[in-house]
């Protein structure tokens, strides 16, 4: 375990934005994250699609960044903790199918279940079977939680997510090829790991018949890649990242944003919503 006192929450988002917490701790295990639950806290994994405060928060901020996972078969049985990539370049390995799609998401197994985190028509909520929570001082089991659009029963509800159950299926033998297919996809419309930023910053918008309209078009069509708002600015190959061209501040994000929303629904008539969590210490 990792302690460090009233140090830059900026310093351990991919944001790179964030004022001080009284105290941030990194768990690496299970039983250090138990540990560190006490009193008044907030937990994120990697935080790579948070947007921290300026002023900082108030409370103990955990980072839950390790744990163990196995592989049974076909399923798969993991700490929150672990980094979703080092879980789909095993279930890759094994030869196994689910994860493949997800490929490049950065994160934690916890915050992407948290998130439903999902790509290229995939999203991870229909492989967890059961998870394992801490609320209220207490651990709970939940088989078959429910999940929504970039959405989850935990998002609403609350809760520590500690450990998850999922359930893949034996592949076809193209799922590597696909997961790079995946890589390369987005290596050449997202920001690279160096720049900072966290992913997309809105959600697609889902219509009423289903069909789901990607909020990079509609920013774009807006002119959304010509704004930029103090050190905050709309990533050059993709409308819908928000990125910290250097020395960007939560107010600059959440004006930029803001204008951003603004004029799709001048043009559109459409109300974005944001994907990135946005941290407010009350």
């Not at 004006?255 to 946005?278: C, D, N, P, W």
Request: hydrophobic share 40%; glycine share 14%; charged share 30%.
């Amino acid at each position: 375990m990792k302690r460090f006192k009233n140090l830059p929450l900026s310093k351990f988002s991919r944001f790179r934005i964030g004022g001080p917490a009284k105290e941030i701790i990194i768990a690496e295990n299970r039983k250090e994250l138990m540990e560190a639950m006490e009193g008044d806290f907030w937990v994120f994994g990697q935080a790579t699609n948070v947007l921290f405060p300026d002023e900082g928060l108030g409370k103990r901020v955990i980072f839950f960044q390790g744990g163990e996972f196995h592989l049974d078969g076909e399923w798969l049985i993991s700490d929150a903790g672990v980094a979703l990539g080092e879980i789909i370049e095993a279930s890759l390995r094994e030869g196994l199918a689910g994860l493949e799609n997800l490929a490049g998401i950065p994160g934690t197994l916890g915050g992407a279940i948290y998130g439903n985190a999902g790509a290229f028509g995939s999203e991870i909520g229909p492989l967890v079977r059961e998870v394992e929570v801490w609320k209220e001082g207490k651990v709970h089991r939940i088989k078959n939680p429910e999940f929504g659009y970039r959405d989850s029963v935990f998002k609403r509800q609350g809760g520590v997510i500690l450990r998850a159950w999922l359930k893949l299926k034996r592949g076809t033998g193209r799922e590597r090829e696909i997961a790079e297919e995946r890589l390369r996809a987005r290596a050449r419309k997202h920001p690279s790991q160096q720049v900072a930023c966290a992913g997309s910053f809105f959600k697609n918008v889902l219509m009423p018949d289903g069909r789901k309209i990607p909020a990079g078009r509609l920013l774009e069509e807006v002119g959304a890649k010509e704004l930029r708002v103090g050190g905050a600015g709309v990533f050059e190959k993709h409308a819908n990242f928000i990125v910290n061209m250097g020395g960007a501040k939560a107010k600059d994000v959440l004006r930029l944003a803001k204008i951003l929303k603004e004029r799709v629904k001048e043009k559109f008539g459409i109300t974005l919503q944001e994907e990135v969590i946005i941290v407010e210490d009350p």
